[in-house]
């Protein structure tokens, strides 16, 4: 048998299916190929299913794809850039987290191939060295910190308004997201100020793939989710006593990504007027 | 794999067993929480949860070799516990590259009646034992071989309890020593099962069963796994108390890791006393959360306290490690590290000067600061110096920029930033601006001590570690893992972080080999060795060098 190189493999499979519309649901498991982009620049991840190549950039932080474990890919096709050479996905990706060892390959970067916005941007590049001749100039800046402490937060001012934040999880994990966790820092702040009520609701969730499976999370999922949410609530200084836990461990039917999730909802002791 | 004495202690077993032993009366016990309420590590007071257990083992331990007195004085370069000196405001000693800096902000210090100086418990040994001023307040092998020498291995240092082996072989042997004499490690003891800040036993997600063990320790009757005092013994470098504002301090400009870990997005533990968040960098399994209790800790297990050291004696021990700084100062090729015209970032005092816990990974702040004052020949410089100052620049290129594939390291690639990740040295663990660690706290299994990808290590324990079907694996070796150091997970009881550690500080290298927390590194030169062949790096011979050259003045 003659040998055929992945890239022609690639080719062909891409032109056996013309690509979703702009819209068009998928919810798939597969394994991540990671992307080398040059030496001057990070990887990128893309997957391969039903013949159309899918990008797996930018995702929320924990769903930064890994080798050596499938991903879960939810959401819709959207129109917009088609970064790693591949549609984009509007939704959520999940990291499996069993290991699967034939997700393993890494495809080398072609020289001139422009992957994304992973590659660093000219406008980078210049921003940098504009700061490299500064500290030419006195490299005692070098060593001292650019960066300031953001301020603090102003105090709430009346209305004080009920809040709400929606913790969304990847697969099978209690894991929130790194904007999640500053976003509920904010929020516990605002119920300190506002003595307010917090009341934690957690789910476990269920996914319906594309080929008909469904997958659902381990049972006792929600309650893991709504004690972790508690203890860092708590652990950040509401009063327990101002606090009331719940969790349903359905799981919401099919419900796909939105169903894997904890509701914090904050309501002040009153308006502050 | 061989597989000789193996012996599995099941989770449920080992409950049995520890609390039985916690029906004895010790001083640190303390009640139980409610039931249902979590159990995590941690402290409570001034103890960490697992120090009762650790106790009663120290407790146990006669210290029944012939010690001497006034070794000190044959030897100046070495404090011995409470002799009566002056460590002057800046210190210097010699090392193998040149000479280390050692810097006490607040002025000389009398080490009469100091506790840090001074023994407090049974064996003789005081904080200074293992935390040398001529080693940047570590301890090399080095100074442990030469001490040994000096005193045909009575001097305090080799203490049974964790300077040997273990406790139960003929102490005074050589062989019984090896560990330490020829890698620089103690004998870390830690209750199975985990416990929690409450002192309360941690149900583990794991089984840990001893595949091989040349120490002994691990299936020792009195002091294993399997004795009435369930223990699991690992061997461990000592970390040097200097430069410790670094590593206190809560990490700026990463929210929310100021709050949280980075891997599993959970809570940073709490100082006791506080009620603040801590950083968790000072040890490498993170189980003591701050200075103070570590040193109580210290006291109670490696100088074999027989009770805890008071609460004024622990201020001055804190007040101390607060305020020295540690950090190469001479180069024996490339001369002088400070001063008009040196990288602003090296000696000891640019670290009392410097910002603590900030990113050095951006295009200003590189993590040591800017070198490219040597890059070219100055007038006054022999070629020789030239030509090191250039090797210097080379190597901290090399690792601020040269990006290389990390993968598959447990507790890291996981933790949200994708496996494979493209970094180089400084972006990517070891970016604290000045330090060289990982900024943002988070343990990472670099590989050294899970198989495969550790160095061939006959010389310590192997245990084999299988994981519950219903816990997260460890990402990339699953539920059956062979480790040397199951790390992290001794105190979380946690599979996933099987084999973990955390990071640490990159300054005053030069004086305290070996390298890694298991010494797996008898140089800087294997250390660089390691990262090539574990990220397939493919480092040049010269590069190499440089890299080795770049590391010595730090």
Redo the contacts between chains.
């Keep these: 048998m003659p040998a055929v190189r992945p890239t022609a493999l690639l080719a062909m499979a891409l032109t056996a299916a013309a690509p979703p519309s702009a819209g068009t649901p998928v919810s798939f498991l597969a394994c991540p190929v990671?992307q080398?982009t040059g030496?001057?620049?990070?990887?990128c991840?893309f997957v391969e299913h039903d013949g159309q190549r899918y990008s797996l950039t930018n995702p929320v932080?924990?769903?930064?794809?890994?080798?050596?474990?499938q991903v879960l890919v939810e959401g819709r096709v959207n129109d917009g850039p088609a970064p790693c050479g591949g549609l984009s996905v509007e939704g959520r990706f999940s990291?499996m987290?069993?290991?699967d060892p034939a997700c393993d390959r890494?495809v080398p970067a072609t020289p001139g191939m422009a992957y994304g916005p992973n590659a660093v941007s000219a406008e980078r590049k210049a921003?940098?060295s504009a700061?490299?001749a500064?500290?030419?100039a006195d490299?005692?800046?070098?060593?001292?910190?650019?960066?300031k402490?953001?301020a603090p937060e102003p105090a709430p001012t009346p209305p004080f308004l009920p809040r709400n934040l929606a913790v969304y999880y990847p697969f099978d994990?209690d894991?929130?997201?790194?904007g999640d966790?500053?976003a509920?820092?904010a929020l516990v702040r605002y119920a300190q100020a506002t003595h307010a009520h917090v009341t934690i609701r957690a789910t476990r969730g269920q996914s319906r793939l594309d080929d008909g499976r469904l997958l659902s999370e381990?049972p006792g999922l929600a309650r893991q989710r709504a004690?972790?949410l508690r203890?860092?609530i708590t652990?950040?200084g509401l009063d327990p006593a101002r606090l009331t836990t719940d969790f349903d461990e359905g799981p919401a039917m099919a419900g796909g990504w939105p169903s894997r999730r904890g509701d914090i909802r904050v309501e002040p002791a009153n308006r502050g007027r | 794999m061989t597989s000789t004495s193996r012996l599995r202690l099941w989770p449920t077993t080992a409950l049995i067993g520890a609390i039985a032993c916690l029906s004895a009366s010790i001083a640190l016990s303390r009640p139980a929480p409610p039931d249902g309420a979590?159990r995590r590590p941690g402290a409570v007071g001034d103890t960490a949860g697992q120090v009762p257990a650790q106790t009663r083992q120290a407790q146990a331990v006669a210290d029944t070799a012939p010690r001497g007195d006034g070794y000190g004085a044959a030897d100046p370069s070495w404090w011995a516990p409470g002799e009566q000196r002056t460590m002057p405001a800046m210190a210097d000693y010699a090392d193998p590259s040149g000479r280390m800096q050692v810097l006490n902000a607040d002025g000389p210090l009398a080490s009469k009646g100091h506790p840090f100086f001074t023994p407090l418990g049974a064996n003789g040994r005081a904080c200074v034992t293992c935390h040398q001023p001529e080693n940047g307040m570590g301890l090399s092998v080095a100074t442990i071989d030469r001490r040994w020498a000096e005193t045909q291995g009575k001097d305090p240092l080799f203490a049974a309890i964790d300077g040997s082996n273990c406790p139960s072989l003929p102490q005074g042997e050589r062989a019984s020593h090896a560990l330490l004499l020829d890698r620089g490690l103690f004998r870390i003891f830690l209750p199975w099962p985990p416990r929690a800040a409450d002192g309360t036993p941690i149900q583990p997600e794991f089984t840990i069963a001893v595949v091989s063990d040349p120490t002994t320790c691990n299936t020792d009757p009195t002091y294993g796994l399997h004795s009435a005092n369930p223990m699991v013994s690992v061997f461990r470098r000592p970390r040097p108390l200097a430069n410790t504002k670094y590593l206190t301090q809560l990490p700026?400009?990463v929210?929310?890791h100021e709050?949280?870990f980075y891997n599993?997005?959970?809570?940073l533990p709490?100082d006791p006393q506080t009620g603040q968040f801590v950083s968790l960098q000072l040890m490498a399994d993170g189980r003591e959360p701050t200075l103070r209790t570590q040193a109580l800790e210290a006291a109670m297990t490696h100088l074999q306290a027989s009770r805890k050291p008071t609460a004024r004696q622990l201020d001055r021990i804190v007040a101390f490690e607060r305020q020295i700084y540690a950090a190469q100062g001479v180069d024996g090729v490339a001369g002088a590290l400070t001063g008009n015209g040196a990288?602003?970032?090296l000696g000891a005092a640019?670290l009392r000067d410097?910002?603590p816990a900030?990113?050095g990974n951006?295009?200003?702040?590189?993590v040591?600061?800017?070198f490219?004052?040597w890059a070219k020949p100055a007038s006054g410089e022999s070629p020789a110096q030239s030509e090191r100052r250039q090797s210097i620049v080379r190597g901290a290129e090399l690792y601020y920029s040269r990006?290389f594939?990390i993968?598959?390291v447990g507790a890291y690639?996981?933790k949200?930033?994708?496996?494979?990740?493209?970094?180089s040295c400084a972006s990517g663990c070891h970016n604290t601006?000045?330090m060289g660690m990982d900024l943002a706290p988070g343990f990472m299994d670099l590989g050294l001590n899970n198989l495969p990808w550790s160095n061939n290590r006959p010389d310590l324990p192997l245990f084999e570690i299988t994981c519950s079907p219903?816990a997260?694996?460890q990402?990339?070796l699953?539920r059956h893992i062979y480790t040397h150091d199951p790390g992290r997970a001794l105190i979380t009881g946690k599979c996933f972080d099987v084999g973990a550690t955390m990071t640490q500080q990159l300054r005053a290298l030069a004086g305290r080999a070996p390298y890694f927390a298991n010494g797996s590194a008898r140089s800087l030169r294997e250390l660089v060795d390691f990262y090539d062949r574990r990220f397939n790096i493919g480092y040049a011979e010269q590069e190499k060098q440089d890299l080795v050259h770049f590391l010595e003045v730090l």
């Design positions: 990671a080398d030496p001057d620049s990070d990887l991840f932080d924990y769903a930064s794809a890994q080798l050596h474990h990291v987290p069993e290991i890494i921003a940098a700061m490299l500064r500290v030419e490299p005692a800046l070098s060593i001292r910190p650019i960066y402490d953001a994990s894991r929130g997201s790194l966790m500053i509920l820092m381990a004690d972790k203890h860092i652990g950040l | 979590p700026h400009g929210p929310p709050a949280f599993d997005k959970s809570l709490k990288p602003p970032g640019s410097g910002a900030w990113l951006n295009p200003v702040n590189k040591f600061g800017s490219a004052m990006r594939i993968q598959d690639n996981d949200g930033i994708g496996n494979p990740f493209k970094r601006l000045m219903t997260r694996p990402a990339y699953g």
